[in-house]
């Protein structure tokens, strides 16, 4: 139905005379209460919430006073009563709902104030099974739907960041609320409901060790509303899920334009990716994609050596950092049109440097994700959603086999282990050239693991030529393929482009081909067992 045809009701402007005022969250309790008692607006309320309010000296009404029936079983029930629920179901304009409310005493309330028991952060905090289910609310949601039902008639607030306004609408109305105000209040409700259901359900299902369960919900609290999409034709929006994961959802935005579609997905992706290294390291992602990663002894040396593997493709990327952004580094940052840059923290002086580039974002998050840590992935298709869990997955030394005659060396090992967790964050099919701890050479996003593992010693190729170097970067590399080679040929274009170790899942029909192909070469080559499609 869209707006249009949604049916007028029978009146606009309700006045308030009455309200029932239960929240967890106390915040802005005492100036909406004193508001509302100085227009004489008679408060009903409960347990703390009532104390509160009285305590302040305004006048509130026990809920067990108004309904002649005491709160019992620890507070469980307390709302759950005819006297309540009559009065915000009620519909003013049929005789047959109002002479039962004359007939069984029961007033009209025209104002719900409530937000619910805070079950999501109490599970987030880790609390035990017990304290989660006593922390979920019954008569909160009920009160909520009732109230967002009859909306003709009654107002919901669930927020109370819509305090200020509810108070405008009496300002402006003399008293009263506007039927557009209450539909708009009443969507949020049922928004509010349906996400703290899906919460519950989910938490639940985790509770049975169901990892997919007969139905599942997602909701996300809208963040922004952005300009448009990965296109000007696209509209978008940010929506997050209050997931405790440090990034683009929980960063501090200190300066710059506003982000736009493409620089939340990219700044995610480089973020990410950044937090793969226990050193310092530099990520600069540009659609998504890697063009240079590096580690160092600094992040001044890992952010010069990630800018090196193509600074061509660096103009205009995202960069991001695994340590508190120092000012010599944001010195040479400060050199390079980027569009975000991103860390856990930033030092005065950094904050100082970057503060000239007016237009270049700065995220802060505080703390680094971590790449182990358990979620899921969601992605839409036509007519459902695929679900799968969050690519946690890491190389270690002890679970690499090598498959040739020649074994890594020490410095092999650790450049290819680097390798493979920079392709774990490259598009398929991902090749990666590194050496040192840097990315020499990226392949990405091509149909064909050998065109890859070609364009990546291109580029290579060319960014030596364009610094005046002898020879590609890729000579004396290693490379990570984030799946097995097919064919020998893209092993092959690899070898020619100088890598001397390579490192893949293996598992193809041909591994023996691939294999007996590096062994022609001279190279190590080592099998993880793990795949890292990235689509």
């Known amino acids: 139905m869209t707006v249009a045809s949604i049916p007028a009701a029978n009146v606009d402007l309700v006045p308030l005379r009455r309200a029932i005022i239960s929240v967890s969250d106390k915040a802005g309790l005492l100036d909406l209460g004193k508001a509302l008692a100085a227009r004489g607006v008679q408060i009903l309320s409960t347990g703390g919430s009532a104390k509160t309010l009285a305590d302040a000296g305004i006048p509130v009404t026990e809920v067990g006073d108004h309904t002649g029936f005491p709160e019992m079983m620890d507070g469980r029930v307390k709302t759950l009563h005819p ?246 580094t944001a010195e040479e940052i400060a050199k390079l049109f980027a569009e975000v840059v991103i860390a856990p923290d930033a030092d005065e002086g950094a904050r100082k440097v970057l503060s000239s580039k007016k237009n270049l974002r700065v995220l802060l998050t505080g703390r680094l994700p971590d790449p182990a840590a358990p979620g899921l992935f969601v992605k839409s298709v036509a007519g459902g959603y695929l679900v799968q869990t969050r690519d946690n997955g890491r190389a270690s030394l002890d679970g690499l086999k090598v498959v040739t005659k020649r074994a890594p060396t020490e410095a092999e090992l650790a450049d290819l282990l680097f390798a493979f967790r920079v392709a774990k964050h490259v598009k398929s099919n991902a090749i990666v050239y590194a050496k040192a701890g840097a990315t020499v050479g990226i392949g990405a996003g091509q149909m064909s693991r050998v065109d890859s593992s070609r364009i990546a010693a291109w580029k290579s190729a060319d960014v030596a030529k364009a610094a005046g170097q002898a020879e590609a970067g890729t000579r004396g590399s290693v490379v990570a393929s984030d799946a097995f080679f097919p064919f020998a040929d893209g092993l092959i274009a690899a070898a020619e482009a100088g890598v001397t170790a390579v490192i893949q899942p293996g598992g193809s029909v041909r591994d023996a081909e691939v294999i007996a192909a590096a062994d022609e070469r001279g190279l190590a080559m080592v099998f993880t067992g793990m795949r890292h499609f990235r689509h």
């Open 83 to 328: 006297k309540i629920h009559g009065g915000i179901l009620a519909r003013r304009d049929l005789p047959t709902h109002t002479g039962a409310m004359e007939q069984h005493d029961i007033p009209g309330i025209d104002l719900v104030v409530v937000n619910l028991y805070p079950f999501e952060a109490t599970v987030r905090k880790g609390a035990d099974f017990a304290t989660c289910i006593e922390n979920i609310d019954i008569g909160g949601p009920s009160l909520i739907r009732g109230a967002a039902k009859n909306h003709d008639f009654v107002a919901v607030v669930t927020d109370p960041s819509d305090y200020a306004e509810l108070l405008a609408q009496l300002e402006a109305n003399d008293g009263q609320t506007t039927l557009a105000f209450r539909r708009q209040l009443a969507a949020k409700a049922y928004a509010r409901t349906g996400a703290y259901d899906m919460a519950i359900a989910a938490w639940f299902g985790g509770q049975l060790g169901e990892d997919y369960p007969r139905r599942i919900t997602f909701s996300g609290d809208l963040r922004q509303t952005l300009r448009y999409g990965e296109n000007p034709h696209q509209t978008a929006a940010f929506y997050t899920t209050g997931e405790d994961r440090p990034g683009i959802a929980t960063a501090t935005q200190l300066q710059g334009k506003e982000l736009s579609y493409n620089n939340l997905n990219d700044t995610d992706a480089a973020f990410e990716l950044v937090a793969e290294f226990d050193r310092p390291a530099i990520a600069i992602i540009k659609h998504a994609n890697p063009c240079g990663v590096a580690e160092g002894e600094t992040l001044l040396e890992a952010y010069g050596r990630a800018l090196a593997c193509d600074p061509v493709s660096a103009f205009g990327g995202i960069i991001a950092c695994n340590r508190t952004l120092d000012a010599a």
